[in-house]
């Protein structure tokens, strides 16, 4: 496959709008569970906290799924078969968040977001993801961050 060199993450344009609206769209419930705790009563709290941690291990999955996409696209290329392993590790991070304390679910998922992001910049010359794949993957890894960052405050504030 060709080599081409990743666009610089600030760039969406090129993005097509079928990619770009369902992905920002998709941070709109790691926003809501991070933000609602300061307008709803302390009851919800566990709720939303379980819920933000739930949706952002299903969304570390299919980031890491891409991977599996990638190893079918390429899968006479030598290096399909560390995709379709790679392509796992991410939902199986996400399941192990699952089970510790809120805020140590949110830094290991973001630890995870932060790795998937970085594993996809390295590869993406290697298998020609479009460039704009990388400008919107860093827009809304950085959301997502975001949002855990927003939830870790809010945790903090509303106890």
């Known amino acids: ?26 941070l709109m419930p790691l926003l809501a569970c991070a933000v609602l705790p300061l307008f709803l009563d302390a009851g919800w709290h566990p709720l939303l906290q379980r819920a933000l941690v739930a949706y952002g291990a299903v969304i570390l999955a299919f ?3 891409i991977h599996w996409g990638i190893g079918l696209m390429a899968a006479r290329e030598p290096a399909a078969g560390a995709r379709f392993a790679w392509s796992v590790l991410p939902a199986m991070w996400g399941w192990f968040a699952l089970f510790p304390s809120f805020l140590v679910s949110l830094g290991m998922l973001g630890t995870g977001f932060i790795v998937q992001l970085t594993v996809d910049w390295r590869v993406a010359g290697t298998f020609g993801l479009p ?12 959301g997502v961050l975001l949002a855990f960052l927003l939830a870790s405050f809010v945790t903090a504030v509303a106890a």
């Open 131 to 142: 460039a704009w794949y990388l400008a919107l993957r860093s827009w809304l890894t950085s």
């Open 63 to 65: 980031v890491g799924a």
């Open 1 to 26: 496959m060709n080599a081409r060199v990743p666009a610089s993450a600030g760039v969406l344009l090129g993005a097509p709008h079928a990619a770009l609206w369902p992905g920002l769209a998709g």
